[in-house]
């Protein structure tokens, strides 16, 4: 079974400038999530999926971050423009399931894209 | 807010060692608990989840304890080998997401 697939995995950009990133999740799988790892933290999540709408966005910072998830599959997180504060590393995660409540359906983790902004 | 830590930041043993990894929570409240592996340059790795009634998990060398009243669970890994090397991470559900700690680096040396 493919794993969760993300690109590009490394990105170095200048300030004030679009990056995007594209997840494809294990197929099948309902739930996509994405997720910002600040060196030295834990991930925190940006926003999930549940099929092609959104559960939740509430850490989102929606001046600058987009999401779009088309057709239930493929996502696509844009930065624009980009600030010194996003250099991260981005992790996409999809689960079978949306991960309510007590739920223990496991969320599959890709490589992470490492974000540089300059 | 529930707020995850982790303790130590950093461990460095000799091959061999039992070791324990620390994770505490300020928010009672949880549904589960989940131990993931970060090795670098890859995605996070689920090795064990705790459902807020049960106390433990096992499996092969790692065991998961969990006490929810006091807010902390610990991960006991035995005999630890260099290939355990990596950053372990400790995430609680309360609500509809996980919550994650910053992370224990080890380092697991010959």
């Known amino acids: 079974e493919a794993g969760v697939a993300q690109s590009p995995r490394y990105k170095i950009i200048e300030k004030r400038q679009s990056v995007a990133f594209w997840c494809n999740p294990i197929?099948?799988?309902?739930?996509l999530y994405w997720y910002q790892q600040i060196l030295g933290q834990g991930p925190k999540l940006l926003i999930q999926?549940?099929?092609?709408?959104?559960?939740?966005d509430s850490q989102l910072p929606k001046d600058r971050f987009s999401a779009e998830r088309l057709k239930g599959v493929d996502s696509t997180l844009k930065i624009q423009p980009a600030k010194l504060e996003d250099s991260a590393v981005y992790l996409c995660?999809?689960?079978?399931?949306?991960?309510?409540?007590?739920?223990?359906?496991?969320?599959?983790f890709g490589p992470g894209t490492r974000l540089t902004v300059l | 807010k529930q707020e995850v830590t982790q303790i130590p930041a950093a461990l460095s043993v000799p091959e061999g060692e039992n070791l324990v990894l620390n994770c505490s929570f300020t928010?009672?409240?949880?549904?589960?608990l989940q131990w993931f592996r970060q090795d670098p340059g890859k995605g996070l790795t689920s090795l064990l989840l705790?459902?807020?009634?049960?106390r433990e998990q096992t499996s092969g060398r790692l065991n998961a304890s969990l006490d929810k009243s006091s807010g902390r669970s610990t991960l006991y890994i035995a005999a630890s080998q260099p290939g355990d090397s990596a950053t372990y991470l400790c995430?609680?559900?309360?609500?509809?997401?996980?919550?994650f700690g910053t992370g224990t680096r080890l380092q697991v040396f010959p």
């Open positions: 995660a999809s689960s079978y399931t949306r991960g309510g409540l007590g739920s223990t359906d496991t969320q599959y």
């Open positions: 197929s099948g799988h309902a739930t």
């Open positions: 999926f549940q099929n092609n709408g959104v559960v939740d």
């Open positions: 928010d009672s409240a949880i549904y589960n």
């Open positions: 705790i459902q807020s009634s049960q």
């Open positions: 995430a609680v559900r309360n609500t509809d997401k996980l919550i």
